[in-house]
């Protein structure tokens, strides 16, 4: 049976249209299931032949819940168990009682990224429209639980297992299905989506996404040394993924956020940021400095806080707002980029 999580609105609709039911009926049921958060079929207003036809053609389980874990501050990271028995990672990090969730978008990465544990276990397989939506309901369910009154989940984030361009599809799709005004309601402007520079995603992103805030995982601004942290910068040079960037338009008081990921003695000297100030300069840009998270087996180390500081030091006299992202949920391993999944 189908999931109900894997239509948008306007495919539902036109499915409701072809059985000869009741097109109303998609309303009634982004706002059961989207807006209300029902998790069981909706009985209330719609007619009995569109019920019979949900029972007969649609499930609505969501991802099952593996583990929990929350930090001191406030951050839960969730390991989701999928049909198939594999796993992901999803956290939601604390602002004002309300909360950002940070989604994964594959099981695994294919993007094999030097710094990063997701990338060490490799692609497994692409995640599904309703598993990428489940994690969302599945977050938000649990809060309405066990933090009733704080289940408000308001940003989303493409920041966690995968490379969310890679699954363009998927991911374009789950956002129309969060964006649909007769459900969850969440603003364009209030989805993010971390790329490391995959350059086929980046084409459609005008077309297909418009609006939806883009991060670049920068990591260096030079070629050499970020094809080594990201190999795929070899197939999709920065030099390029730059001019398609500059290329997607962006509403008023919109900014591109660059990542930049600060490895100690690599990439972290003040010429490093002198060449990335110089980059970036009179773009509308916004940057993220993440100091590296070691994780284990990995060989490289993160720097201390006055080159951090220091760093950003250099990238203010650029005037490029800077802010370095304080690691949140440090203690389960929550931070993204450190999720793995491979048992
Ligand atoms: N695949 C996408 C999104 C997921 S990674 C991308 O690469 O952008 C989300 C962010 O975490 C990226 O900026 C990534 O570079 C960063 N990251 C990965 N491993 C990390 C680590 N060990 N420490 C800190 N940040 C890391
Ligand atoms: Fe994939 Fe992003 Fe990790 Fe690179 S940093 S391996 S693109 S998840």
Redesign the pocket.
């Known amino acids: 049976m189908r999931s109900f999580y894997s239509l948008n609105y306007s495919e539902l609709k036109e499915l409701l249209q072809v059985e000869g039911l009741n097109i109303s009926g998609a309303n009634l049921l982004f706002n059961w299931h989207y807006k209300k958060k029902n998790f069981d079929v909706c009985r209330k207003d719609l007619s009995k032949t569109t019920q019979v036809f949900l029972e007969e053609n649609f499930q609505f389980d969501l991802p099952k819940i593996d583990t929990v874990h929350m930090a001191d501050d406030k951050t839960v990271k969730f390991l989701f168990e999928l049909k198939d028995g594999r796993k992901v990672e999803s956290v939601l990090i604390p602002f004002h009682n309300k909360y950002s969730i940070c989604l994964s978008s ?1 099981v695994g ?5 030097s ?5 060490t276990q490799g692609l497994k397989r692409n995640l599904e429209t309703e598993e990428v939506v489940g994690q969302f309901l599945g977050a938000w369910k649990w809060l309405r639980e066990n933090r009733p009154g704080e289940e408000r989940i308001l940003n989303i984030v493409f920041m ?4 969310p361009l ?1 699954n363009f599809d998927t991911v374009k799709k789950a956002c129309e299905i969060f964006q649909a005004q007769e459900g969850t309601s969440i603003g364009t402007q209030k989805i993010t989506i ?3 520079g ?1 350059l086929p995603g980046l084409k459609r992103w005008k077309d297909e996404i418009p609006g939806v805030n883009l991060a670049l ?1 920068l990591h260096s601004p030079f070629e050499e040394k970020r094809n080594e942290l ?1 190999p ?1 910068n070899k197939r999709f040079p920065l030099d390029e993924v730059l001019k398609y960037i500059d290329d997607i338009p962006l509403k008023k008081k919109q900014f591109v956020t660059y990542e930049y990921l600060l490895i100690d003695q690599f990439n972290d000297s003040e010429e490093d940021a002198h060449i990335t100030g110089k980059l970036l300069a009179g773009k509308r840009a916004y940057i993220n400095l993440i100091p590296f998270n070691p994780f284990p087996g990995s060989e490289y180390k993160r720097p201390s806080q006055s080159r951090v500081e220091a760093f950003k030091e250099v990238l203010d006299t650029y005037k490029i707002p800077t802010l370095i992202r304080t690691t949140k949920g440090d203690d389960v391993l929550a931070a993204c ?1 450190q ?1 793995n999944t491979a048992d």
């Open positions: 594959q990465c294919a993007m094999n990224c710094f990063c544990f997701t990338g966690g297992q995968g490379e890679h971390s790329t490391s995959y995982s990201i795929i980029g999720l």
